[in-house]
């Protein structure tokens, strides 16, 4: 069981909007910045979104995050077959001096 | 383009001892936290351990503490995990990590393709 908590799936329509949410504690998402990671099938995962609501470069701007307390949404719009992955939450938690991730979100796109 | 490539998985029986590496290029070794982070089949992801850019900083996950060691040599570019008293439940697709920009502690920037160690007897 992890400690951040996403949904296990969602889906949504191509071209529609979607939003994944991650739910920790003050220990973690309360304390310190947020990632997301995209992990296509059968490959390794890749950073998303870093402190909470930045792109690496090469990273489009359908992708998005934010964080409000202790919770963080990542939001992914004008969704694409290519879009199927599984994305995982992850951060710093303070108390166990560990990294943490969600136990992950598979898409579905319609 | 950061370049990880992991090396040392395999079969090994619970209770024994294995030593993965990981070869980095294409970025300064040196100034780069390095992580050690896991999967099992069908299952998601795991962090395991990470080190600081000088070595004198580690930290791991309780399930491997005191079994799994993490060290690096900048002078080779190289991570390791050394894992012994090995069990059943390590079994899983091992994937180097390091942070995407200097002085990121936890934010995970690249990954390897991972190698695959299994646990059995």
């Known amino acids: 069981q992890s400690v951040l908590t996403q949904p296990p799936s969602v889906s949504a329509a191509p071209g529609q909007k979607v939003t994944i949410s991650c739910s920790g504690t003050s220990s973690n998402i309360g304390y310190n910045s947020v990632s997301w990671y995209q992990q296509l099938p059968r490959t390794a995962p890749k950073l998303l979104i870093y402190?909470?609501?930045k792109r690496p470069s090469g990273i489009p701007d359908r992708f998005s995050g934010s964080k409000s307390g202790t919770s963080a949404t990542l939001g992914i719009t004008g969704l694409q077959t290519g879009d199927e992955a599984v994305y995982y939450c992850g951060t710093w938690h303070s108390g166990l001096n560990t990294v943490i991730f969600g136990g992950g979100t598979n898409l579905t796109v319609l | 383009e950061v370049h990880l490539v992991e090396s040392g998985g395999g079969l090994v029986q619970p209770g024994g001892s294995l030593r993965l590496s990981c070869a980095a290029s294409e970025f300064t070794f040196s100034r780069y936290w390095m992580h050690w982070v896991r999967q099992a089949p069908g299952k998601g992801l795991e962090w395991v351990a990470n080190?600081?850019?000088?070595?004198?900083?580690?930290y791991y996950v309780d399930s491997v503490k005191g079994r799994f060691t993490i060290s690096r040599d900048n002078a080779k570019n190289s991570l390791y995990l050394q894992m012994d008293s090995l069990r059943a439940e390590d079994t899983a697709a091992y994937y180097c990590?390091?942070?995407?920009?200097?002085?990121?502690?936890?934010?995970?920037?690249?990954w390897g393709q991972g190698t695959l160690v299994t646990v059995s007897s």
């Open positions: 990590a390091t942070a995407p920009w200097e002085n990121y502690r936890y934010t995970i920037g690249y």
């Open positions: 402190d909470n609501s």
């Open positions: 080190i600081k850019e000088d070595g004198r900083d580690k």
